[in-house]
């Protein structure tokens, strides 16, 4: 009897550990590539962290890269099996033929900012000035801008200003030093524009509401391949899921934050604090994307922007964002 019971004991080890092993086995390793410094490492690193992938059926492995092109390159050529960008960017793959798929992280945007002591109250107070934007001349927020002024005020902001264009970095170092009279830039650097002691002349959001369109309209997000939702919905959903899960984490708990702070590059308390209100400040609401609002903003990019901005597309394909699950 004691020898049936320790070979019965062993079966049952053997046969735990192939369980335990095939389990392993059929976890699925999702590849991430994402800017090196980019604030989305913040919700990435929360869910590595925490074990969110593994919670949800995937292991995440987040690939550094050194700029958002570089990252486009390593998805479209199947070294990486997801990234971040705009829909916008996803809307015009999907016109081109490109079974690219859109899950909402974050509808934060920058802004217009200007040093403290500036005698600028509105952009009319900016005719003749230089201006700093992050991006090129198809940046979205320099677009709108363009829109809200024209409409607002009469004003060609292309022609009325001087334009320079660079990487984030540099706008932010030019506007702090004074070399531009106002500067155009992604929130985080606007955030720590502003815990330096600049002020914000106008908001995005702001300007995207006068037009018309929804500022609670989600523009980054992760991209995956309609290929992956299909043969491997639950993955994608998975993704989507703890993706959520950091974002309600991160919304409420400052002690994460806390935790993050080494890695978010913040060089005051002022920054970190401008830093960690900027990205709550930036979470989407649970829920499907207002499609006729995605559809709005679109139509005046694709008046704004032409087909440098979005090639073919002149409405919201179908399918770009991923819906209920779906």
Do not use: C
């Not at 959520?244 to 060089?267: C, G, I, Q, T, V």
């Amino acid at each position: 009897m004691l020898t049936q019971k320790i070979v019965t004991t062993l079966a049952t080890a053997v046969v735990s550990a192939v369980l335990s092993t095939s389990a392993i086995a059929e976890t699925t390793v999702l590849r991430a590539a994402v800017l090196k410094f980019g604030t989305v490492n913040w919700e990435l690193n929360t869910i590595q962290h925490h074990g969110l992938d593994d919670q949800n059926g995937f292991e995440l492995d987040v690939q550094g890269m050194a700029g958002g092109s570089a990252a486009k390159v390593a998805f479209q050529g199947g070294e990486a099996d997801v990234i971040v960008s705009d829909w916008l960017w996803v809307a015009r793959q999907r016109a081109a033929g490109h079974d690219y798929v859109f899950i909402p992280y974050s509808k934060a945007v920058g802004g217009v900012m200007v040093a403290a002591d500036s005698d600028a109250q509105s952009l009319t107070d900016l005719k003749g000035a230089k201006i700093g934007i992050a991006g090129g001349p198809l940046d979205k927020s320099w677009l709108i801008l363009q829109a809200y002024a024209a409409k607002n005020h009469g004003m060609d902001l292309a022609s009325e200003t001087e334009q320079v264009f660079g990487a984030p970095p540099l706008i932010f170092k030019s506007a702090l030093s004074g070399d531009v009279s106002a500067a155009i830039n992604f929130w985080h650097f606007m955030a720590k524009m502003d815990a330096s002691g600049m002020r914000k002349l106008i908001d995005i959001a702001d300007a995207a509401r006068d037009l018309g369109l929804d500022p609670e309209t989600p523009l980054l997000g992760y991209v995956v391949k309609g290929e992956m939702l299909k043969d491997n919905p639950d993955l994608v959903n998975g993704l989507a899921t703890a993706s959520r899960m950091a974002k309600d984490m991160l919304a409420s708990d400052d002690a994460e934050w806390d935790r993050l702070r080494p890695k978010m590059n913040a060089k005051s308390d002022a920054q970190f604090t401008a830093l960690k209100a900027g990205f709550r400040a930036g979470i989407p609401a649970p829920g499907p994307v207002d499609e006729n609002a995605a559809d709005r903003m679109l139509e005046l990019m694709v008046e704004l922007g032409g087909e440098k901005l979005l090639g073919t597309a002149t409405s919201l394909p179908e399918g770009t964002f991923l819906q209920n699950g779906s």
